[in-house]
């Protein structure tokens, strides 16, 4: 055990079996738990996009934010770049790892200049030794994202939602991390914007060997920027694999009619393709089915899948799937 | 702009008349800085029947153009030009009375978001009683409870006995949707206007959403226009497209015209950077530059600031619509050029 810890591992990010339940009150003293993340394991390698997809509530936003420790976990843990994180080593760690948020709008202090908002990391983690070197590092950040030098004096205010977007990477590239956890970057924006900070996030992929996770709802968007897709529901993963093999050969029932039900921006496709109507809506994660959480919109569920949850096993290239009978 | 051509002038049989015809809709907002000009020259005509796609970013005027259509826009706005015509009539000389019962019988509209559009402090019951009770001829209680309860079968709402006890908050973001679908079908309009009706929806519940409306359309044939920026919705959903941007029409035409022969340069351009199954390993092409600010609108062509292929004539007169195909039109100066050059060549081929 001693030696394998030692053993630098070949992934940047693994995270096993991460739990994070929420304690929601249900009466003056009683309270239950919300599984939001309950037992999720994924590793991603340096320099790699892992997209995480899955529809709202199902947790993967929770994952993303637990692994900060914005949120603290329930269980679980979490390695990176073969340390284990905790309390104490997180304030470090968080020079590695950062990151960007959904909204441009609310993430982005309204009285601070944008000079400040990129600058404010290297404050915190003591990254400059004179005003000069802090403003050069802001400078140059701007221009790696592609922002005018003349606008560091500005405020958040001013600027459009991609532009703010910008900022918020600049300032999370600031202390320079080899891990962003990239939480619906770009669903906020408009389409004619979206594609110019997508092909960001993959120019500086290219540039400085970053490793993402990407979280977002809008699949297409996941699979163009990803290497590899893992889909959540209800806070477990149900199936991960290579993008492009996710894409062509889905196996769980849920990622096959989470991809049928994609609005195809091609009307001959959209005309001859058939969806697979899931019935009804996503449980409350306060009264999870027993057994395997899609079975009650599934329709190859069975007795076994009522009575055990199914485990994430490997179907060969690393693809992984959670269900009874695929 | 006179030298817009109606799909339905030429149509003689009185059937294929279209059912709403939006002429030259001027819209503006008169705010604290200064007249913004939201919806700027628009034209379209909606067949009997038929699925129009209004699509475009935000700041486009496409949701201006849907709530001018009902005469919901706020305050400060006002149609200041144009004409809407309902069967031929102009319902912007209606008045008050006459559009209250246009707005419900005759042409209805879901909103994007649900639970702002429901009343919180209504049950459902009620809130779908009082549009029955108010336009149609279920007028007693037990009258417009049995049909509020058919409605919400139709829209597939699961135990509507129990649904129609509840209130908004107890129901789930697609449950709202269909019960806002129930409400605007209540008096069974021509038109129903749907304004991004499933953006605030997870996949799966869009695409339920989506196939209700199909077949809905077909089971009641009413015409639908849905507003959305989703290239994907429009192109599972509609007949006919028009794309808008800045206020103004760039194109218009069939769902095969927009997405195979895209004749202006902001539609090239939208289609060149969404993701798509065919360019997933290739770089996105992005339209450069930032969404129009309308308080400081270009004099020329709107798009010309992001334009790659903008001429100088771009930056100073606004393009007319042009006929690319039958029922396909744009607006682009690069059309105009490219055909004078086809003309000019054909000259000197026969001098």
Redesign the interface.
């Known amino acids: 055990m001693a030696a394998e810890q030692k053993k630098k591992s070949d992934y940047l990010v693994e995270v096993k079996d991460l739990k994070e339940y929420f304690p929601v009150k249900t009466g003056l003293l009683k309270t239950i738990p919300l599984k939001a993340v309950d037992g999720v394991s994924f590793n991603i390698r340096p320099g790699e996009t892992l997209g995480l997809v899955g529809?709202?509530g199902c947790g993967k936003t929770t994952v993303g934010r637990t692994l900060l420790r914005l949120y603290e976990p329930t269980g679980g843990e979490f390695r990176f770049d073969g340390e284990l994180v905790t309390d104490r080593n997180i304030f470090r760690l968080r020079k590695k790892m950062q990151m960007v948020f959904q909204d441009p709008y609310s993430s982005l202090d309204p009285r601070m200049t944008v000079e400040d908002i990129i600058g404010e990391p290297l404050d915190v983690h003591h990254l400059y030794t004179t005003k000069k070197d802090r403003h050069d590092k802001v400078m140059h950040l701007m221009e790696l994202v592609g922002l005018n030098a003349e606008h560091a004096t500005r405020y958040a205010h001013e600027f459009?939602g991609?532009?703010r977007q910008r900022i918020g990477i600049a300032r999370a590239l600031a202390v320079n991390p080899s891990f962003i956890v990239c939480d619906e970057p770009v669903s906020a924006l408009?389409?004619?914007?979206?594609?110019?900070v997508?092909?960001m996030f993959?120019d500086l992929q290219d540039k400085l060997g970053v490793a993402y996770l990407f979280i977002a709802?809008d699949?297409?968007?996941v699979?163009?920027i990803s290497d590899r897709i893992a889909v959540m529901y209800l806070g477990r993963i149900v199936e991960v694999a290579d993008?492009?093999e996710l894409?062509s050969h889905p196996l769980h029932p849920y990622t096959l009619?989470?991809l049928?039900?994609?609005?195809?921006?091609?009307?001959?496709?959209?005309r001859h393709s058939h969806?697979i109507?899931?019935e009804?809506?996503?449980p409350s994660p306060l009264h999870m089915p027993t057994g395997c959480p899609f079975r009650t919109r599934c329709r190859y569920a069975t007795e076994h899948c009522a009575a055990e949850c199914p485990p994430l096993t490997e179907r060969g290239n690393g693809h992984m799937v959670a269900c009874w009978e695929k | 702009m006179a030298e817009y051509e109606s799909n339905a002038a030429s149509a003689v049989r009185a059937d294929e008349a279209p059912v709403l015809s939006v002429r030259n809709l001027h819209t503006s907002f008169f705010t604290d800085s200064g007249e913004v000009k939201a919806v700027n020259g628009v034209s379209f005509d909606v067949g009997r029947g038929k699925i129009l796609g209004v699509v475009g970013e935000s700041g486009s005027g496409k949701s201006v153009t849907a709530y001018s259509i009902m005469q919901i826009l706020d305050e400060d706005g006002k149609v200041i030009d144009g004409e809407i015509l309902y069967k031929g009539e102009n319902i912007l000389k209606w008045d008050k009375k006459k559009m209250a019962d246009f707005r419900g019988n005759k042409c209805s509209i879901i909103f994007q978001d649900p639970m702002t559009a429901l009343n919180p402090v209504f049950t459902v019951g009620w809130q779908l009683r009082e549009a029955l009770q108010l336009h149609t001829k279920y007028k007693t209680k037990e009258d417009a409870t049995k049909r509020a309860i058919e409605l919400l079968t139709m829209v597939g709402v699961n135990e509507p006995e129990s649904r129609i006890k509840q209130y908004p908050f107890e129901l789930s973001g697609g449950m709202r949707q269909r019960v806002m679908i129930a409400m605007a079908l209540a008096c069974e309009p021509d038109i129903l206007i749907a304004d991004e009706p499933t953006t605030a929806l997870d996949v799966t519940i869009q695409a339920q959403i989506l196939e209700l409306m199909k077949d809905l359309q077909k089971q009641l044939g009413m015409a639908i226009i849905i507003v959305t920026h989703d290239l994907g919705v429009i192109a599972s959903m509609c007949d006919e497209i028009i794309v808008m941007y800045g206020g103004r029409v760039c194109e218009r035409g069939t769902a095969d015209d927009i997405f195979y022969r895209p004749h202006h340069e902001y539609t090239k351009g939208l289609l060149r950077s969404i993701p798509r199954a065919d360019n997933m390993k290739q770089k996105l092409v992005p339209i450069g530059g930032t969404p129009i600010n309308l308080l400081a609108m270009p004099r020329g062509c709107a798009f010309c600031p992001r334009c790659d292929a903008a001429m100088k004539i771009c930056l100073t007169e606004i393009p007319a619509e042009m006929k690319i195909a039958d029922g396909h039109y744009a607006s682009c100066w690069i059309n105009v050029r490219d055909k004078q050059l086809a003309e000019s060549g054909k000259k000197e081929a026969n001098a």
């Open positions: 529809e709202s459009s991609g532009q408009d389409v004619s914007i979206q594609a110019q997508i092909n993959e709802h699949l297409l968007v699979h163009h993008a492009d894409n009619s989470l049928s039900a994609i609005p195809i921006p091609d009307p001959e496709t959209a969806r109507i899931l009804g809506d996503v």
